[in-house]
């Protein structure tokens, strides 16, 4: 495809490193901004020469862009057209009051509201949109009410950087103290007596290093300091048991867990640990008056089992199995009840929810039917209940709210996803097939197509992957597909290696040392689905962000033969570079998911091997859409742009090549429901370009 505007070119200025007795040479690491701390806080402050680079890439995706400025709005107005825009969840009952949250016509930001249990006046607590006037990126962290109800504490970052601001709201007045607890990692946990809360602090490098807890109307000044972790490779998070007796301190990487806990009504207490933290062993917990709920693959349990401990003694030497290991159904989560425990759970590729009395043990399943759907299983607030809530939806159908009694086994419809616009699932078709890698594992593939596309291998296809962190992509409602199926697109997500869709083996089976499964099986579901006569190469776009977006630069490398388009969206290319600087946020406890390059030496020759910044080539890639966000903090802005640049520099032949970068946002993009939709119009009118059908 020719381009008529100009490309800008970044200035080669060449930096030699040297690892494990290897050198590289780096032409555009001035790209990485020295004071990038400072930048995430106020990006006024980014280097000039760095400012206008990325401006001048800016102003180049524009003006390539332009003719489908047209495009652009009707894909916006049709997505903007699903949406119901004065939405509201099904609130939840919590005590006395129902908390829920919803839109007005026009707003871009939820509104978190309560009502009397039963029903009755609203009482607004949260306005997002009022809260976020006059700033050009606001996004909501946590927002949670005091077990009295008489408190709100909630989140906010006006950066996109996710240094969040913490504030505590009374209910009743709807005013904030007149202090900030700044740096937080959004959102907080009371203790039982609604008199303290628990909150994260990010350190000057985005870690979540300490847990304070704050005494309600005092000095932030003063707040104590309960934990403070001193492994910059591990994360850490506060939760709530749903019992609300315990609060929760849960410390973990990719592969190892710890977890220390704190009576909710005795906050000032020290922190009792449960099992010291040992590589490769993960778990958590819930819990019901004296005994712990664990779900750990502790013992050999490669897709997890569930076992009860003694809360005053609960060391691995005192862990009891409850539901055994059982290969190839994995368990991704469980919640404890008063009277039950439910658990969600994945077998060849599809979720279950999974009942079990706590009285006799006797168990139960909430299936369906279809070749590929997704479940969602809520926690809700109340721990003496017989309703849980869940969610369904697949891909031709919009997402529905049940509520479902355990004890009855009634299920009640409580909420269908409203398509203003209109949506017949009997027009749609979805399938799920299974492509042949070359070493004998099959990859699953959803798909999504109009009953009236020609499968003949001339309609266009985008092509969705991720494969990292163990993270499964469900096969759920996605209203924003639609205006690409209803364009003649068959739309497919791959459910590679590097994602849990087949067991915790397939998550092991793409990292690490094995990495180069996820791309080879990105590239298998392509093949497939041309062979089976679905596309054919030069019709299909392939699509990922972040981690997904090093899976887009790998196979840009790997196969550009086989892909018309290519959609990278905040995309992690620049693997070998950040993974050797312990400096950056997210570095340290990334090293379990890729290896340590630092101190391992076949780490880093592997991760050379296909960092795809780094194998970037002379040769004829497809065309190209890289997105950034300039206060990104887990795929910082530079990789992108530094990619880009490189790409520049050494493709051969004239096709489309862009870099967008979000001077206001980071890793999510635009905050507001609609301003994204604009992000998500201009990445769809890329597809229809490149694949003719714009």
């Known amino acids: 495809m020719k381009q008529d505007a100009f490309p800008p070119r970044a200035d080669a200025r060449p930096l030699t490193h040297k690892t494990h007795g290897i050198s590289r040479q780096d032409d555009y690491d001035w790209l990485r901004a020295e004071n990038w701390q400072e930048v995430m806080r106020d990006p006024s402050v980014l280097d000039e020469d760095i400012r206008t680079y990325l401006e001048a890439e800016n102003a180049y995706q524009d003006a390539l862009m332009a003719p489908t400025a047209e495009l652009q709005e009707q894909l916006f107005a049709e997505m903007r057209g699903r949406i119901k825009e004065d939405d509201s969840s099904v609130p939840s009952p919590d005590g006395p009051y129902a908390y829920g949250l919803r839109f007005e016509t026009g707003g871009q930001q939820p509104i978190f509201f309560r009502t009397p249990r039963d029903g009755g006046e609203e009482t607004v607590l949260l306005h997002g949109d009022r809260e976020a006037e006059g700033k050009p990126y606001f996004k909501l962290g946590g927002a949670g009410q005091s077990p009295d109800h008489a408190l709100l504490a909630w989140a906010y970052d006006d950066k996109g950087s996710e240094f969040y601001s913490l504030q505590i709201r009374e209910t009743a007045t709807g005013k904030d103290m007149d202090y900030l607890i700044e740096d937080t990692g959004g959102g907080g946990v009371f203790s039982a007596d609604s008199k303290f809360v628990f909150y994260i602090r990010l350190d000057a490098n985005h870690r979540p290093s300490k847990l304070f807890r704050h005494e309600i109307g005092t000095d932030p000044a003063r707040d104590v300091l309960v934990y403070e972790e001193q492994d910059a490779g591990f994360f850490m998070s506060v939760g709530k048991t749903q019992s609300g007796e315990t609060i929760v301190i849960d410390i973990h990487d990719h592969e190892t867990s710890e977890v220390w806990m704190i009576p909710a009504d005795r906050p000032t207490s020290d922190p009792v640990l449960i099992a010291p933290r040992e590589t490769g062993i993960e778990y958590s917990i819930d819990d019901n008056g004296p005994t712990l709920y664990i779900l750990t693959n502790a013992g050999d349990a490669e897709d997890f089992r569930i076992v009860t401990a003694p809360k005053d003694n609960p060391g691995r030497e005192n862990w009891m199995d409850l539901v055994e290991h059982k290969p190839g159904c994995l368990i991704l989560s469980h919640c404890?009840?008063?009277?039950?425990?439910?658990?969600?759970?994945?077998?060849?590729?599809?979720?279950?929810?999974?009942?079990?009395?706590?009285?006799?043990?006797?168990?139960?399943?909430?299936?369906?039917?279809?070749?590929a759907y997704s479940l969602g299983l809520g926690g809700g607030y109340e721990f003496d209940t017989a309703t849980i809530r869940f969610s369904y939806s697949s891909m031709t159908t919009p997402s529905q709210t049940f509520d479902y009694n355990v004890e009855t086994r009634e299920r009640v419809l409580r909420k269908e996803q409203e398509v203003p616009s209109g949506h017949r699932a009997g027009d749609y078709v979805t399938r799920r097939l299974m492509a042949p890698a070359a070493d004998g594992e099959t990859v699953p593939i959803s798909l999504l197509y109009r009953k009236a596309t020609k499968l003949d291998g001339s309609a266009p296809l985008l092509l969705y992957g991720y494969g990292s962190y163990g993270i499964s992509i469900p096969a759920s409602f996605n209203t924003n597909s639609l205006s690409l199926v209803d364009r003649g697109f068959v739309y497919a997500i791959a459910h590679i290696r590097g994602g849990k869709d087949k067991g915790f083996r397939w998550y092991k089976d793409g990292r690490?040392?094995?990495?180069?499964?996820?791309?080879?099986?990105?590239?298998?579901?392509?093949?497939?689905?041309?062979?089976?006569?679905?596309?054919?190469?030069?019709?299909?776009?392939?699509?990922?962000?972040?981690?997904?977006?090093?899976?887009?630069?790998?196979?840009?490398?790997?196969?550009?033969?086989?892909?018309?388009?290519?959609?990278?969206?905040?995309?992690?290319?620049?693997?070998?570079?950040?993974?050797?600087?312990?400096?950056?946020?997210?570095?340290?406890?990334?090293?379990?998911?890729?290896?340590?390059?630092?101190?391992?030496?076949?780490?880093?020759?592997?991760?050379?091997?296909?960092?795809?910044?780094?194998?970037?080539?002379?040769?004829?890639?497809?065309?190209?859409?890289?997105?950034?966000?300039?206060?990104?903090?887990?795929?910082?802005?530079?990789?992108?742009?530094?990619?880009?640049?490189?790409?520049?520099?050494?493709?051969?032949?004239?096709?489309?090549?862009?870099?967008?970068?979000?001077?206001?946002?980071?890793?999510?993009?635009?905050?507001?429901?609609?301003?994204?939709?604009?992000?998500?119009?201009?990445?769809?009118?890329?597809?229809?370009?490149?694949?003719?059908?714009?």
């Open 336 to 371: 404890v009840y008063k009277s039950f425990m439910t658990r969600l759970e994945r077998e060849d590729g599809l979720p279950r929810i999974v009942i079990r009395r706590l009285v006799d043990s006797i168990e139960h399943s909430i299936a369906f039917d279809e070749e």
């Open 512 to 694: 690490r040392e094995t990495k180069k499964n996820t791309f080879t099986d990105f590239i298998a579901a392509a093949d497939h689905l041309v062979a089976e006569n679905f596309t054919a190469h030069d019709r299909i776009v392939a699509q990922g962000g972040s981690a997904g977006g090093m899976l887009m630069g790998a196979i840009a490398n790997l196969a550009p033969e086989k892909f018309g388009g290519i959609l990278a969206e905040v995309p992690f290319v620049d693997v070998l570079n950040t993974m050797l600087d312990d400096t950056l946020p997210l570095t340290p406890p990334e090293w379990p998911e890729w290896g340590n390059p630092i101190t391992d030496k076949d780490a880093y020759e592997y991760i050379a091997s296909y960092s795809p910044y780094d194998n970037v080539v002379a040769q004829d890639y497809p065309a190209i859409l890289a997105v950034a966000g300039l206060t990104d903090p887990r795929v910082t802005y530079w990789e992108p742009a530094k990619w880009v640049a490189k790409l520049r520099a050494l493709k051969t032949g004239d096709s489309l090549l862009m870099l967008k970068t979000n001077m206001e946002a980071g890793h999510g993009g635009a905050s507001g429901r609609f301003d994204r939709l604009k992000e998500v119009a201009l990445n769809q009118a890329f597809a229809l370009m490149v694949t003719g059908k714009a």
